[in-house]
């Protein structure tokens, strides 16, 4: 593995937390200026990298870059005061789960898969026969 898929494969899995360039090339194997050009890459082309000031590794505050995740619904990303609900490996906003859910007439997003959209169909028609929809996971 590459030290640049190796960093992106990091932030990935780890999405909200921050590393800046010194931790990243430690973790990597790779020197300081290699590690600058590779994020200044994922920056570059946008997706859902993240420039940040504050590294969740080291502390210190630098330039770091942070991995955000996306509604499946409406492609904002999802913020701190709103993580989303993670419905089979897809996160939508909570706000957007709900209007899924209760609104017959949205038109399901295209890139959800045909599992997300059963279990949407499954919570509205529990939601028909008078069960409540299920609780916000996190408060
Ligand atoms: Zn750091
Ligand atoms: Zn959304």
Redesign the pocket.
């Known amino acids: 593995m590459t030290p640049a898929a190796l960093a992106r494969q990091l932030l990935l899995d780890a999405p909200g937390d921050a590393l800046c360039d010194p931790c990243l090339a430690l973790v990597c194997g790779t020197t300081l200026s290699d590690m600058r050009e590779i994020t200044t890459g994922l920056l570059d082309r946008g997706l859902d990298f993240h420039p940040t000031s504050i590294c969740t590794s080291c502390r210190r505050r630098v330039v770091a870059i942070v991995y955000r995740t996306?509604?499946?619904?409406?492609?904002?990303p999802?913020a701190d005061d709103d993580p989303?609900s993670l419905v089979d490996g897809e996160r939508?906003?909570f706000?957007?789960?709900r209007l899924l859910v209760t609104d017959d007439t949205i038109r399901l997003s295209r890139t959800m898969n045909r599992r997300s959209r059963e279990l949407i169909e499954q919570s509205r028609r529990r939601i028909r026969s008078g069960r409540r929809p299920p609780p916000r996971p996190s408060d």
Request: hydrophobic fraction near 30%.
């Open positions: 996306k509604c499946v619904h409406c492609s904002q999802l989303g939508f906003h706000r957007c789960w």
